[in-house]
């Protein structure tokens, strides 16, 4: 078993105020009487798997209801993937933790190992984790997608189906650019004509990434040179042209500092700083002229930028939000117009590639059909002798493959074929059923007899015992309509289920809880004028007590009867 349910913990939801179950492994059976509130573990079980929470549902008097469950899986390979996929923790300590929370005011909130996700995510976890069955609740049996899977699980095809599904995919992608290239003439022109504007366009401009911000740059400088000329020109003047200039009088202080000096041979330093400020201010004053000249733009020259300026900035409203985007974009549809142009080459490259393709498609797909067909029949044998065991003596199941039309040896080229066929095949697949000798077999979903129905599904499941992955199998109530003989054969057939499954089974059969590994009984009580209900675990006096009363009483000789039963040593009375 890739993981067991081992503890289920509801909390507000219809009669259960608060409910922790620690769950065994195999054959699990649930009994009680009558509105007792069995309905609600399974009712639990659907919201974890992703089912519509109704308000209705949480407990009269409270604001939320909360289910949890914890699964411990064997290897946390197989689910850490999945949940990767979409942003989940991985399982830690061997657990996967499910939760789900609603409330009257219509939140709904869902997680895995503690992270938040969507119902959608808890539907595919629950198709892993649980296959449910109930007596309207068939779903995954009477698909024919599933039904599929399990002939393939039967016939050990599913490494051939995954090289089918991959291979038709990667058809499906080659015919839609063959489709999206041989579509309407006009409309191809329209976009050529659009490409080439938009491809000359751009590479006309012989853009660089990184030229916009430095042309900006160079752009206001030389948008403001007139302000920016007079200023450094009115700086320079007055260091070395006004009377008197700074220069001009730095002169005079020089010769006062000197004269200083004379006196003073210790303010020589004061000298050299005098000096040296004379000469960064020279210095200053050419670097201004520098300045001046370099910004002197020629009228035609500040034209010539400011245009450029212009067709970047409209090459970006176009095409993209930063240079580095509108090269991009122009590279692409450089490329889209060169597949375009040269379409006719392109139009035979892809039907060659989609010819091999489909020829590949064919050879898999008629090795996957052998496994089926082969397959088939040893399965639906499987079965009827499960039914046999069941109590339909002389019933009809046959597994009935439709195979879809495939190219003759010749036909290859037609292109359109496959891609209008199903990703899992070149068949289709019924499951179908005749209870009573000299009726046609129908197909299951067609059965309207929920008794018929629930012991085929159970006939289909020991038959598949060891290739259904499903780890955890919910029956509820599936045994009615069921009694004598046919009780104890699916009492058998239950505890089979449980070496390999981890099986939950809620019945009214005293035959199947005696062949449980373990049995829960709900009850209901009534308290202040509340109504709860309770689950425990009942064993040896408790639990021949339970049988007895699913028998009929508590006389001598159904508490008899239930003692033989669980000791597995007569056949009771229907």
Known sequence: MLAT???????????????????????????????AGKSVIIGALKLLLGER?????????????????????????????????????????????IKRTFTQSGGNRQFVNGSPTTIAVLKQLGDLLVDLHGPHDHQSLLSAERQLDLLDA?????????????IW???????????????????????????????????SADLRADEEEELQGRYSLAANSRRLIELATG????????????????????????????????????VEMHTSAVVELEELARSLVNYSERLDLDPAQLAEMEERVHLLQTLRRKYGSTMAQVIEFGEESAARLQKIE?????????????????????????ELSALRFKAAPLLSNAVRGQL????????????????????????????????????????????LFAPNPGEPAKPLRTIASSGEISRVMLAVKSALADQDAVPLLVFDEIDANVGGEIAH??????????TRHQVLCITHLPQVAAAANAHYVVTKEFTEERTYSRLGEVKTKARVREIARMLGGQSESALALAKTLLNGKAVANG
């Open 388 to 431: 046999q065991d069941l109590g339909f003596k002389k019933s009809e199941f046959e597994i009935h493959l439709l195979q879809l039309d495939t190219p003759s040896a010749t036909g290859l080229e037609t292109i359109e074929f496959v891609f209008a066929q199903k990703s899992s095949g070149l068949e289709s697949v019924e499951f």
């Open 235 to 270: 700086v320079a003047q007055e260091l070395t042209e006004s009377e008197p200039s700074i220069l001009g009088r730095l002169a005079d202080t020089a010769r006062l500092l000197r004269e200083l000096e004379k006196v003073d041979p210790a303010a020589s330093a004061m």
């Open 342 to 366: 040269g379409r006719g080459t392109e139009l035979l490259r892809l039907q060659g590639e989609i010819a091999a393709v489909q020829a590949e498609l064919v050879a898999v797909g008629r």
């Open 154 to 166: 039967f016939s050990h095809a599913e490494g051939t189906r995954r090289r089918y599904e991959e």
């Open 5 to 35: 349910l081992s503890s289920l913990r509801i909390k507000n939801l219809a009669l259960v105020e608060e409910l922790d179950w620690q769950l065994h492994g195999g054959f699990i059976a649930v009994t009680g009487e009558t509105g």
């Open 169 to 203: 995919r990667r058809l499906n992608g080659l015919r839609e650019d063959h489709a999206s290239l041989a579509s309407n003439e006009a409309a191809l022109e329209r976009e050529l004509e659009l490409l080439r504007h938009q491809v000359t366009e751009i590479q």
């Open 53 to 97: 929470a109704e308000k209705s549902l949480i407990r009269t008097g409270a604001d939320s209801c909360t289910v949890e469950a914890a699964f411990d899986v064997q290897d946390c390979s197989a689910f850490d993937a999945q949940l990767g996929e979409h942003g989940l923790e991985g399982c830690e300590d061997g657990q996967l933790l």
């Open 489 to 498: 054969a699916v009492a058998a057939k239950m505890r089979s289920l449980g």
